[in-house]
């Protein structure tokens, strides 16, 4: 049998009100009140009915969050970080899979989830700003990602340029002078727009060429597109001394080809990915990477939506840059 308030009241000597004042950390409440309805709380396994509090304020206790490959390690990654942040707001997530596809973000955008959830989190891969500016859903929406808006939408994202920069300065110490790109778009990618350009600044700063010959195009962001553009730029005679890809599951494919080639990591050519997940630290060569703070990007995405649920306006755009560090790892430091 389900406990109530009611059934905390009367445990505890209190009135309802002083109970839902705990339970809902409401300020006016001593300690010495508070530490008494919390013992009887614990002794009796009150659990507040979340639905109910949800819906007395109007709301779903529901926030959708929409990506472009839910298949990605990172974006995996990320949703998980995404349901632990908004867990701590006794919110659930709706997870939604976009594909990249414009239309279908076009979709998710418009709120054809409006009823059911309180707000959206897109990470958008195709979407233009002709599609935002369209939209009259009054449900709070925050972008992730590097596709840039000039609209009154909180934009949470990492530095990509200044970020791959890194990682190439991180090769130019080594001594490498040959860096490869994999993971060059031909489509509206920014963010493999802004790692080729991150890449090509580090290279004019060091006072490097930045050879395009070594910049190799992916129609993908996966493992074989990886190994494909890595397989094609040797078969073409081209050999870096360094790699730097687009993402981990870029970089993994083309080790797995060099490997094949008889090349060593990273005697013969060092690699670096972009994301740091998981499968990058357990590889029989592991990764150095750029790691994003996903925690980070989680929590300023569920705040965001949370802080324009409860009333703050919103009448210009905010880009909000998350952290992000250089794991250095085997693939360009070796055994030590």
Same mark, same amino acid.
């Given at each position: 049998?389900? =406990?109530?308030?009611?059934?905390?009241? /009367?445990?505890?000597?209190?009135?309802?009100?002083?109970?839902?004042?705990?339970?809902?950390?409401?300020?006016?409440?001593?300690?010495?009140?508070?530490?008494?309805?919390?013992?009887?709380?614990?002794?009796?396994?009150?659990?507040?009915?979340?639905?109910?509090?949800?819906?007395?304020?109007?709301?779903?206790?529901?926030?959708? $969050?929409?990506?472009?490959?839910?298949?990605?390690?990172?974006?995996?990654?990320?949703?998980?970080?995404?349901?632990?942040?908004?867990?701590?707001?006794?919110?659930? =997530?709706?997870?939604?899979?976009?594909?990249?596809?414009? @239309?279908?973000?076009? $979709?998710?955008?418009?709120?054809?989830?409006?009823?059911?959830? @309180?707000?959206?989190?897109?990470?958008?891969?195709?979407?233009?700003?002709?599609?935002?500016?369209?939209?009259?859903?009054? #449900?709070?929406?925050?972008?992730?990602?590097?596709?840039?808006?000039? /609209?009154?939408?909180?934009?949470?994202?990492?530095?990509?340029?200044?970020?791959?920069?890194?990682?190439?300065?991180?090769?130019?110490?080594?001594?490498?002078?040959?860096?490869?790109? /994999?993971?060059?778009?031909?489509?509206?990618?920014?963010?493999?727009? $802004?790692?080729?350009?991150?890449?090509?600044?580090?290279?004019?700063?060091?006072?490097?060429?930045? @050879?395009?010959?070594? #910049?190799?195009?992916?129609?993908?962001?996966?493992?074989?597109?990886?190994? #494909?553009?890595?397989?094609?730029?040797?078969? &073409?005679?081209?050999?870096? @001394?360094?790699?730097? &890809?687009?993402?981990?599951?870029?970089?993994?494919?083309?080790?797995?080809?060099?490997?094949?080639?008889?090349?060593?990591?990273?005697?013969?050519?060092?690699? #670096?990915?972009?994301?740091?997940?998981?499968?990058?630290?357990?590889?029989?060569?592991?990764?150095?990477?750029?790691?994003?703070?996903?925690?980070?990007?989680?929590?300023? &995405?569920?705040?965001?939506?949370?802080?324009?649920?409860?009333?703050?306006?919103?009448?210009? &755009?905010?880009?909000?840059?998350?952290?992000?560090? /250089?794991?250095?790892?085997?693939?360009?430091?070796?055994?030590?």
């Amino acid at each position: 049998m389900r =406990v109530s308030l009611k059934d905390v009241a /009367l445990h505890a000597g209190v009135s309802i009100k002083t109970v839902s004042n705990v339970v809902n950390d409401q300020p006016h409440v001593t300690p010495t009140m508070r530490a008494r309805v919390q013992k009887s709380i614990d002794e009796l396994g009150y659990r507040p009915n979340l639905t109910a509090r949800h819906l007395r304020k109007g709301r779903t206790g529901i926030v959708a $969050l929409a990506l472009p490959e839910l298949g990605n390690p990172y974006f995996a990654e990320l949703a998980a970080e995404v349901v632990d942040a908004a867990a701590e707001h006794d919110y659930t =997530v709706l997870l939604d899979h976009t594909g990249g596809r414009r @239309d279908q973000e076009t $979709l998710v955008s418009q709120g054809f989830r409006a009823r059911v959830i @309180d707000g959206l989190i897109l990470s958008p891969i195709e979407l233009e700003a002709e599609d935002l500016r369209q939209r009259a859903e009054p #449900v709070p929406l925050v972008l992730l990602g590097e596709r840039e808006y000039d /609209l009154p939408y909180d934009h949470i994202s990492i530095d990509n340029v200044a970020a791959a920069r890194e990682a190439v300065r991180h090769l130019i110490s080594l001594g490498r002078r040959d860096i490869a790109f /994999l993971g060059a778009r031909k489509g509206r990618s920014q963010p493999a727009h $802004l790692r080729l350009r991150g890449w090509r600044e580090e290279l004019d700063a060091a006072g490097l060429v930045a @050879d395009h010959r070594l #910049v190799a195009a992916t129609d993908g962001w996966g493992h074989a597109d990886g190994a #494909v553009a890595m397989a094609r730029l040797l078969d &073409a005679g081209h050999r870096p @001394d360094a790699v730097f &890809a687009y993402n981990d599951l870029i970089a993994i494919g083309a080790m797995r080809v060099l490997s094949e080639r008889g090349l060593r990591i990273p005697e013969d050519v060092a690699v #670096v990915g972009f994301d740091d997940v998981v499968e990058g630290r357990f590889g029989a060569v592991t990764l150095t990477s750029v790691s994003p703070d996903k925690a980070s990007i989680a929590k300023m &995405a569920v705040e965001s939506v949370l802080s324009q649920l409860n009333g703050a306006p919103r009448h210009q &755009a905010r880009r909000i840059h998350a952290g992000y560090s /250089l794991v250095q790892r085997e693939s360009t430091l070796g055994r030590g």
